[in-house]
Nanobody, 128 residues
C-alpha cells in the first residue's frame, strides 16, 4: 500500500520561494505519475502540476507556469515542487498524489479523480 507524505510548506513573504517534497513509502514510485494539487479555503481542489513516471512529461496550470517546477527522483522515491515568485493567491493546502500507469511513462493526469493515492497535505501561506 502506497503512502505519501508531503513536507516543505510554511509561511513565506510574497515573492519568496518554497520547495515541497513528497516522499513515498510502501511501493516504488517508478511506474507512478505524480501530481500536485492545492485547495484554498472555500474553493475546490485544483490541479497545480503533474509529472509522468518517466519524468519526460510535465503539465502546469496556467497561473503557476514559469514560477513552479515539478520534478521527481525515483532513486529517492520522491517528487518535488519548486515554487518561486510566490503570490498570496498561492496560499492553500498542497497535496501530492500518485497514480499507476504501468507501461505508460508519458502521461500524467490533471484531475483529482485520476489519482487514488494522496498525502495528508502541507500548508503554504504567502503573506507579508
Amino acid at each position: 500500500q502506497m503512502q505519501l507524505v508531503e513536507s516543505g510548506g510554511g509561511l513565506v513573504q510574497p515573492g519568496g520561494s518554497l520547495r515541497l517534497s513528497c516522499r513515498a513509502s510502501g511501493v516504488s514510485l517508478d511506474n507512478y505519475a505524480v501530481g500536485w494539487f492545492r485547495q484554498a479555503p472555500g474553493k475546490e481542489r485544483e490541479g497545480v502540476s503533474c509529472i509522468s513516471s518517466s519524468g519526460t512529461i510535465t503539465n502546469y496550470t496556467g497561473s503557476v507556469k514559469g514560477r513552479f517546477t515539478i520534478s521527481r527522483d525515483n532513486f529517492k522515491n520522491a517528487g518535488y515542487l519548486q515554487m518561486n515568485s510566490l503570490l498570496p493567491d498561492d496560499t492553500a493546502i498542497y497535496y501530492c498524489a500518485a497514480a499507476l500507469y504501468y507501461g505508460n511513462g508519458y502521461y500524467c493526469g490533471k484531475r483529482p479523480d485520476e489519482y487514488p493515492y494522496w498525502g495528508q497535505g502541507t500548508q503554504v501561506t504567502v503573506a507579508s
